[in-house]
């Protein structure tokens, strides 16, 4: 098929899932009675399907007993761990809205999204590393700014226990009344977008949701109760427990939770270890893993498959990924959190070039178009513009926020993405840039995405990301942050400018080059450029630049 203008849509034979999360992980319970579900390999603690289904369901008798009721909101902040996933299916069974919380929040960030949410019940970490979660939580409660929040659980505490019991008196007849008279289309999860700019909005997402979306994902990777996923992505975020956990628990696959947070080495060492046959990552958990010590003497002979997401996948990242982690069939998803997440997807049958150049194409049952951003008009093949999805994945909306709404969805339910993308005309899409993220110097529009792709192929650089910073003349200029490979002899700006010249065009050229050990990332893995542009104007003396007016 070749498309005469940048839209499709995902015609299937697979119908939509109809069921809630609580009766679809009751489903996969009862079809696979001996699978293993979950794994944390930092605990050692292990359950089958019934045994997860049993903890969530007296967890789930916990909360009603605790008086949490439908539409509730029920707040989770903490990093990966069992606790977590048997809440998230806990909350599905209540009625009750899971609000997940960053676990990189301290006490001004909790306290806005427990104030807007209105959460009542916070289950929480008591700590992690150098963060004590406990203080910052009563800190928060004490100032009286969450007038909803009633209560605090602590995970690993005599106060998950307490939980736990707490539902012994409740029937089961009761939850199974309660869970029937959910609907699919009911709200049950609020995640906050990462923040890069301004307050985070709570994007609110239906059973119908993200359900269907790890089904659909775990469809096209061929997920069966034979797969073991590695999942060292944050569960906070939709790549954990959508992409990760949903997907897994509607074909019977097995999560495995490497550590709380991210570690290459430990990650690994799981994949080893537990014979996982899928991986996932953000692209700077891939680079980090190429890079470890014990990489070379790992077995990853049991991956086939796996996914890269959540930024922007450097092609050369994707290649070694395929060719020297077993990961023939690896997939890119591109998507956002208020589409559930994933709008495209590569398949496993793809060529090479499709499943390192592109971020795949639509989704079943899903539409995707490329418009132009001034008019909205649908732009042809090969145009750049912003990248828009309809279907299913769409979310209800932002949590008591009906204007900022109003701005993402237009009046025919289309998401507007803010991506910048082409669509080719075999309907798979490459994306080329944040709308904000274009940098035009002198006239000329410039794609960082398209920089940063030709700077990986530099035998020195590990990972680059490009910015814009502001220049009197031109209006801005491309500065590079660079983080080397180890053993480099070190890279300035005459060594990157002698290796693009004559291989980009002038204008693509980087006139700054900053070498650094990591980026300011938020905890998903995302770089916060506006945070870099920020540095860079003042590492460069740019504040004149920066502060000219402009029409």
């Given at each position: ?165 707490a539902g012994a008196d409740i029937e089961d007849a009761a939850l199974d009344a309660r869970s029937a008279e959910l609907s699919c289309d009911d709200p049950i999860n609020i995640q906050y977008t990462s923040g890069t700019t301004g307050f985070p909005k709570g994007a609110t997402l239906s059973h119908h949701n993200i359900l269907n979306n790890g089904y659909f994902i775990g469809e096209l990777l061929g997920y069966g109760p034979s797969d073991r996923i590695c999942v060292p992505v944050p569960f906070y975020h939709c790549f954990g427990m ?227 910073v502001p220049d009197e003349r031109y209006g801005e200029e491309l500065m590079a942050w660079v983080r080397l490979r180890p053993g480099s002899g070190g890279l300035d700006v005459a060594a990157v400018r002698e290796f693009c010249d004559g291989r980009i065009a002038r204008h693509k050229i980087p006139r700054y080059v900053h070498v650094v050990e990591e980026f300011p990332m938020t905890v998903t893995g995302k770089v916060r450029k506006v945070e870099m542009r920020e540095i860079s104007i003042g590492l460069l003396g740019l504040e004149s ?7």
């Amino acid at each position: 098929m070749t498309l005469t203008t940048s839209y499709t849509h995902g015609t299937s034979d697979v119908a939509l899932l109809d069921d809630t999360i609580g009766a679809n992980l009751a489903a996969t319970a009862a079809r696979f009675p001996d699978s293993e579900a979950l794994v944390e390999v930092a605990t050692g603690r292990r359950w089958t399907y019934p045994q997860l289904h049993g903890w969530a369901r007296t967890v789930a008798k916990g909360l009603m007993a605790r008086g949490v009721t439908a539409g509730d909101r029920v707040g989770i902040w903490s990093p990966n761990c069992a606790e977590w996933m048997a809440l998230q299916y806990a909350t599905a069974m209540t009625g009750a809205v899971l609000v997940n919380l960053n676990p990189a929040y301290r006490t001004s960030e909790l306290a806005y999204a427990l104030r807007q949410s209105g959460v009542r019940l916070l289950v929480s970490a008591t700590r992690i590393k150098t963060s004590d979660y406990r203080a910052m939580a009563e800190e928060v409660a004490a100032a009286g700014e969450t007038p909803a929040l009633s209560e605090m659980v602590w995970i690993g505490d005599q106060s998950w226990a307490d939980l736990e019991a707490a539902g012994a008196d409740i029937e089961d007849a009761a939850l199974d009344a309660r869970s029937a008279e959910l609907s699919c289309d009911d709200p049950i999860n609020i995640q906050y977008t990462s923040g890069t700019t301004g307050f985070p909005k709570g994007a609110t997402l239906s059973h119908h949701n993200i359900l269907n979306n790890g089904y659909f994902i775990g469809e096209l990777l061929g997920y069966g109760p034979s797969d073991r996923i590695c999942v060292p992505v944050p569960f906070y975020h939709c790549f954990g427990m959508v992409i990760g956990n949903l997907a897994a628990t509607s074909h019977g696959s097995c999560i495995v939770v490497p550590a709380p947070l991210f570690d290459a080495g430990a990650t690994l060492a799981a994949v080893e270890a537990e014979r996982c046959t899928s991986l996932y990552g953000v692209p700077t958990m891939f680079i980090a893993e190429l890079a470890h010590p014990s990489f070379a003497d790992r077995d990853f002979s049991s991956l086939r498959t796996g996914v890269m997401a959540g930024s922007p996948c450097p092609v050369e990242v994707m290649k070694r990924v395929i060719a020297e982690m077993h990961m023939g069939e690896v997939a890119i998803c591109y998507g956002m959190t208020e589409t559930s997440p994933v709008s495209t997807q590569t398949r496993v049958d793809d060529d090479v070039e499709r499943r390192t150049g592109t971020v795949g194409r639509v989704l079943p049952h899903l539409e995707v178009k490329v418009v132009d951003p001034a008019t909205g008009r649908t732009v042809a093949p090969g145009t750049p513009g912003e990248l828009c999805t309809r279907g299913y994945s769409v979310m209800l909306g932002y949590w008591d926020e009906p204007d900022k709404t109003a701005e993402a969805i237009d009046a025919a339910r289309w998401m507007h993405t803010g991506d910048l993308a082409v669509m080719r005309e075999d309907g798979y899409v490459n994306i080329v840039g944040r709308i904000k993220d274009l940098v035009i110097r002198g006239g000329e529009n410039i794609y960082p995405r398209e920089v940063e792709e030709f700077l990986y192929t530099h035998p020195d650089i590990e990972d680059v990301q490009v910015i814009g910073v502001p220049d009197e003349r031109y209006g801005e200029e491309l500065m590079a942050w660079v983080r080397l490979r180890p053993g480099s002899g070190g890279l300035d700006v005459a060594a990157v400018r002698e290796f693009c010249d004559g291989r980009i065009a002038r204008h693509k050229i980087p006139r700054y080059v900053h070498v650094v050990e990591e980026f300011p990332m938020t905890v998903t893995g995302k770089v916060r450029k506006v945070e870099m542009r920020e540095i860079s104007i003042g590492l460069l003396g740019l504040e004149s630049a920066a502060n000219l007016t402009t029409a």
